[in-house]
C-alpha cells in the first residue's frame, strides 16, 4: 500500500493507494484482486476486500465503491446513503460523512484522493482517458466550490497509473485531444514513429488549472512489472485473458 506524504499528516483522515500485494486471489489476480467485475473467484474477491478495509479501519459494509462506466458522473455520499449491494453508475464519489470508506478500481487509469482540509470533505476520482476528456474533475471540484470550498484547502493526490513510457495511442486519439486544446500536445510524445501520452501529468494539469496547488503526484507506472500493480494493457501485451484490479481508497475517521 501506498500512502501519499500529504495526507498522512492529516491524522483524521485514513487512506491508500493499494497495489496487488497481500491478497487471497492466485493465478493471473495474484494476489489483492479487488476487482467484483473480474473473472477472478468471488469468494477470494470479497476476502481481499475485507483486507483492504481491515488495513483503513473501516466496516466492510461502509466501503462504497461504483459500477466505473468512463463518465463524468459523480455521486453525494450523506448521513442518509442506503448501503446495499447495488452500485452507483459513475467515476467518482465524495463524502464528509465519518467512517465511510471510498473507494475507486483501477488497472492502469488515474486514481485520485482529493480532500479538503477546512471542511473534511473527501473524494476518490477513477480518470481513464475518456473521463479526463470529459472533464469529470472540472464537475468534481465545482461540485466542492458548491460545498463551500476554497481551492486553497484543497489537497489532491494523483496516485499510480499508466505513464507516458507505456501509454501508447493512435494518431485519431491525439487529434481529439488537440482539437479540443491545441496545449494538450505537451502531454504527448513520439518514439520510434509510435505516439505515447502522459494520462497521470494530463490529470495533474487538470487539477492545476482548477486553482490547486497543494499537489502530489506518485509517479509509479502500473504497466512496469516491478512496481507490482495489475495492469489492463500489460495483460493485454502478454495475451492475458483477463486483469485484475487496482483499489485507492480514502475515509474520515
Known amino acids: 500500500m501506498i500512502i501519499s506524504k500529504k495526507l498522512k499528516k492529516f491524522t483524521n483522515i485514513k487512506h491508500g493507494f493499494f497495489n496487488r500485494s497481500g491478497g487471497t486471489s492466485s493465478g493471473i489476480y495474484k494476489s489483492l484482486n479487488c476487482g467484483i467485475g473480474s473473472s477472478d473467484n468471488k469468494k477470494n474477491v470479497f476476502?481481499?476486500?475485507?483486507?483492504?478495509?481491515?488495513?483503513?479501519?473501516?466496516?466492510?459494509?461502509?466501503?462504497?465503491?461504483?459500477?466505473?462506466?468512463h463518465s463524468n458522473r459523480y455521486s453525494f455520499i450523506d448521513n442518509n446513503y442506503k448501503f446495499n449491494k447495488k452500485k452507483i453508475k459513475g467515476d467518482?464519489?465524495?463524502t464528509s460523512t465519518k467512517k465511510v470508506a471510498i473507494g475507486v478500481l483501477t488497472?492502469?487509469?488515474?486514481?485520485?484522493?482529493?480532500?479538503?482540509k477546512k471542511l473534511k470533505i473527501v473524494s476518490v476520482i477513477h480518470v481513464g482517458w475518456k473521463g479526463a476528456y470529459k472533464d469529470i474533475i472540472d464537475k468534481v471540484i465545482k461540485f466542492f466550490i458548491k460545498k463551500g470550498s476554497q481551492t486553497k484547502n484543497l489537497l489532491a493526490v494523483v496516485g499510480p497509473s499508466i505513464t507516458k513510457n507505456n501509454y501508447e495511442v493512435q494518431k485519431d486519439f491525439k487529434d481529439r485531444f488537440l482539437k479540443k486544446d491545441k496545449k494538450s500536445?505537451?502531454?504527448f510524445k513520439t518514439r520510434k514513429n509510435k505516439t505515447y501520452f502522459g494520462l497521470n501529468n494530463y490529470v495533474y494539469n487538470q487539477?492545476?488549472?482548477k486553482g490547486i496547488s497543494n499537489l502530489e503526484l506518485i509517479n509509479k507506472d502500473t504497466f512496469d512489472k516491478k512496481n507490482n500493480f495489475f495492469?489492463?494493457?500489460?495483460?493485454?501485451?502478454?495475451?492475458?485473458?483477463?486483469?485484475?484490479?487496482?483499489?485507492?481508497?480514502?475515509?474520515i475517521k
Open 47 to 69: 476476502k481481499n476486500l475485507k483486507i483492504v478495509c481491515k488495513k483503513i479501519g473501516c466496516s466492510e459494509k461502509k466501503l462504497v465503491l461504483l459500477n466505473q462506466i
Open 207 to 209: 487539477l492545476e488549472q
Open 92 to 94: 467518482a464519489l465524495i
Open 231 to 251: 495492469s489492463a494493457r500489460r495483460s493485454i501485451y502478454n495475451k492475458q485473458a483477463d486483469y485484475g484490479r487496482n483499489i485507492s481508497i480514502i475515509m
Open 185 to 187: 500536445n505537451f502531454f
Open 107 to 116: 488497472a492502469d487509469c488515474v486514481p485520485i484522493l482529493i480532500y479538503d
